[in-house]
Each structure stands twice: as C-alpha cells, then as structure tokens.
C-alpha cells in the first residue's frame, strides 16, 4: 500500500483534509511510492494559528530554554543521520554520501542556532545627554514562513528553522511536494527534543498553499529557496503583503580557469561540482571558463575523469550519481543537450538515452559535456539544473571576467590559478555573492551567509550567519532618563527596607 504524508500542526500530525494528494516517486525505479496531502487555505490558516498562538510563551521564553532544545534536537539530528539521508535518497534520488552530506550541512546550522546567544546581544551608550542612556535589542516577528526546494529537502529546511526559533519566532515550513518525508522527520524530532507544540509546523502543498502564507496576515516574514521565476514571485507578492522576504532563485556558476592552473585539479573540481548531486544544486558549476590555450587539455581531462562516475539507485554504495528527480525534469534536461549541436555547441559527452540495467523506468541521464558554447546558447543561458557542464573559451582575464559579470545570475562563481594578484582582482571585480579561489564551490560555512546577487536573490538578506540573525529579529531603540536619587522628594526614603 502508499504510504501517505500529512500534515504537521500543533505538535502531531494531522491527517490532510482537502482531498487532493500528490504523488512522490522513488526516482531509481519510476515508481509512486508515496502520496502526500495537500493543504486547503483553511489547513494552511490552521498551521498558522497553532504557530501564532505558540509564539504567545514562545517568544517571551528565554534564551536558555531556547538553547537547550536545539542543543537536545542536535543530538537527535547527529543519531539519525542515517535515517534521515535515506529517506532523501528514497524520494530525491541522490546517493546515500550526498545525503549525508547534506544533513552535516544542515546540522551545521542547528549548531549555530545552539549558539545564538552572542548573535542577540543588544548595545549600550550610557552618558549621551546628562543620565541619558541608549541601548539597542533585537526583538522576534512572530509567525514566520519558509518554502523550500526539492534538491535538499533537509538542509534548506534547516538553513531557516534553527535561527527562527532559537530567536523566539514560529515557523511554518512548506517543503518541496517532491520529496516531503525529511521535513515530516524533522518535524519528529524537534517533538522529541521537548518543542513546544506549535512552535514549527509543516504544511505540504502547491500554488494553494504558497500563496495562503504569502497572503496571510500573521506571517510576518517569507524565506524561499528555488528557481528565479518563483523568488521573483515570492519577493513581489510577500512584499506587496508587507512581510519581510529573503527570496533566494537560481544560478549560472562559472569556474575561471587561467594558464598558470593545476589543471588537473581543475579538472576534478569541475567535475565534482558539475555533476555531483546529478547537478541539482544552485551552486553547481555549470559553465567552465577556459582562458588562452587551456582550452583542450582541461576539456579532455574532464572529459577522462566524467566517463570513469558510476550512475545508478542512491542506495547503491557503487554509485556515484543517482537519477534525476521527475522524468519531466530528466527529459528538460536531456533537450538542453539534443539541441546544443544546432545552436553551434560541440557535444563531447552526450548523457542522453543513458538506462541502468535493472532500473530501466528509473529517471535517468548521463553526463554531458558541451565544448565551445557560444553565450547565445539555450544550454548557456538557462539554469539546466542537471549534469551538463558547458566550457567556454576566451582569450584573456578580462574577457572572462567580462563573460561572467554579463550573466543575469550572481550566485557563486570560482577561479583556478596559482596567481595571488590575479585571484585578488578576481574576488573583488566579479558580481557574484559568493566566490572561490581554487574552492569550486564556495558554499560558506554557518557562521557566515550564504547568497548571491542579480537574479539569484530578491529581498535585502542572505540566508543564516548573521544575516540570517537579522532576517528573523528586528530592532528597537531605547532612550532612557532616571532621576538622580538626590532629586527624589523629601520624605522617601531611597535605602534598603528595615527588617529590623
């Protein structure tokens, strides 16, 4: 039988009651091995209820209780770890290393959060005027709102929840329809790590329930991680609600190779960032920049290196890249690479047509690497989001850096080369939010924020670190006068009571 995933309100789950389902696949194999429960606006408004009345004691409680439940939810997250990255596999695809992977990335985070007491610290200037002080503290919203993807389906989750909560707000958490069970277990194990009932709820769904949370009036702040059409959608429609946003689209990563490089080292970083995760991660390099006379070596040692990774299901211990999520996905992705040739590509590696025996319905693709992609090409102009890595070819620096800076997308982006000075220019002149020098994918570690610029981010925050702090805190300002005890009036007496 289907196993079903509901919803999760008030601290248990809660048994979808719109009548609409969805259906999640086990990508290796084809198969619907699940439905999920998608929300109506009344279950949606339902979740914000629990949450809005939760923050009535949440948000006045303190730090320190805040603190020992994600320190307790910490420990839960590191047992089941394992657990955790099969039921990824199970519902997203990709193998059992990246799974865990991604929890420790996510885990990361929760530590964090454990941590949060030095990020809410307020100031103080005492003197400004004659007994005049001011100080400064951060304060929660209240009900805040997170909409996250399909590709990592625990971390991004986890790249919102810990710091909401741990600075006193509620959470609403719609994840991907694709791939839910994570979330529900997430949601499991806050419950046993003594959250309150509430504090952080989930709701599955689609356009229905995305909207509800963008339009309800206890929502006070959206985080969305996703392709650029919907964060645009996210940012302009939760703005116009008057919430706070931090809307995080999608991206089109180059890697600038110079002459003087490592290019074997080049080679295994293009092709562990390429195509690790089967390419879908916003953080993937998907267009290579080969500068001067590189060109053909780098591409035949990337070529070398792709045709040794072995495809097949998650749970495979010998693979090393799993299938694509949806068949719908595989097949947009495959047309990126049947049509490069006539859009004046040179197809090295075609992925197209790829089967695992044994998994013959499952949702696969191979590698594919295209060589001198013009930027005219759909391949170098869209997000693919899948394993096909694009190599373009300039003279010079400059052009690169020209090429890179012209993309819509500012998401991350990295440079190959033994040069100090030119790595220095590199990291200072490219538009991008995050850069790497011989680092291929510059994801940065918690206590520092992660977020692009352009099109890859709409809203004025990054996600976590301190902007992350920030996001789910605002600030007051108080100005405050004490009379001097020797102005008090006569008669009172300002000492300690006399007990005897």
């Given amino acids: 039988m289907t196993k079903t995933v509901d919803h999760w309100i008030g601290g248990k789950s809660v048994e979808g009651a719109s009548g609409a389902y969805g259906p999640v696949t086990d990508p290796a194999t084809g198969a619907v091995t699940t439905r999920v429960a998608f929300a109506s606006v ?5 979740a914000v209820a629990a949450a809005k009345d939760a923050y009535a004691t949440w948000g ?52 964090l959060a454990c ?42 989750p986890m790249w919102m929840f810990p710091i909401a909560i741990a600075c006193g707000n509620t959470f609403v958490l719609k994840p991907s329809e694709k791939d839910p069970s994570a979330a529900m277990k997430l949601a499991e194990l806050l419950a046993e790590a003594g959250l309150p009932d509430g504090v952080f709820n989930v709701v599955h769904g689609d356009k229905v329930a995305v909207d509800r949370l963008l339009e309800h009036p206890d929502v006070k702040a959206v985080s969305f991680v996703g392709s650029t059409p919907i964060a645009r959608y996210i ?25 003087d490089a490592d290019l074997d080292a080049a080679a295994d970083a293009a092709v562990s960032a390429a195509y690790g995760s089967a390419g ?14 590189v060109g053909d070596e780098l591409v035949a040692k990337i070529r070398e290196r792709a045709e040794k990774i072995k495809i097949g299901p998650g749970n495979d211990p ?31 590696l075609d992925g197209t047509g790829y089967t695992v025996e044994g998994y013959e319905d499952g949702h696969w693709i191979g590698l ?37 800076n012209a993309s819509p997308f500012g998401n991350g982006t990295a440079i190959f080369t033994h040069d100090g000075g030119a790595a220095r220019r590199f990291q200072l002149e490219i538009e991008a939010g995050m850069v790497g020098v011989n680092v291929p994918i510059p994801v940065p570690v918690g206590y520092h924020s992660f977020g692009g610029w352009k099109d890859s981010l709409f809203g004025d925050h990054h996600i976590y670190g301190n902007d992350g702090t920030h996001f789910y805190t605002r600030g007051k300002v108080v100005t405050t006068r004490w009379p001097d005890p020797s102005e008090a009036p006569a008669g009172v007496d300002l000492g300690f009571p006399r007990n005897h």
């Fill in 280 to 293: 879908e991660r916003c953080m993937a390099i998907s267009a290579v920049v080969a500068v001067g006379a």
């Fill in 42 to 46: 009344e279950e949606v408004d339902a």
């Fill in 368 to 404: 594919s690497l295209l060589d001198r992609v013009p930027v005219t090409a759909d391949a170098y102009k869209d997000e693919i989001f899948g394993p096909v890595l694009c190599v373009l070819r300039v003279d010079t620096y400059e052009e690169g850096v020209a090429l890179i």
């Fill in 60 to 111: 006045t409680s303190s730090l320190a209780k805040r603190t020992t439940i994600l320190f307790k939810f910490r420990a839960l997250l590191d047992a089941h770890r394992d657990e955790i990255a099969a039921l990824i596999t199970a519902e997203h695809g990709k193998v059992h290393s990246d799974a865990l992977g991604e929890v420790a990335r996510g885990l990361e985070i929760v530590e």
């Fill in 235 to 259: 940012h302009t429609t939760a703005a116009a609600n008057h919430k706070r946003v931090q809307a995080l689209g999608g991206a089109k990563n180059h890697m600038l190779v110079l002459p």
């Fill in 115 to 156: 941590g949060i007491t030095t990020q809410l610290k307020g100031e103080l200037s005492t003197e400004v005027a004659s007994r005049v002080d001011v100080s400064s503290i951060r304060q929660s919203l209240g009900v805040v709102a997170g909409i996250t993807p399909f590709n990592f389906p625990a971390m991004v």
């Fill in 318 to 348: 010998a693979s090393e890249m799993g299938p694509l999520i949806t068949a719908v996905h595989r097949d947009k992705v495959a047309s990126y690479v049947k049509g490069a040739a006539d859009q004046g590509c040179e197809v090295v």
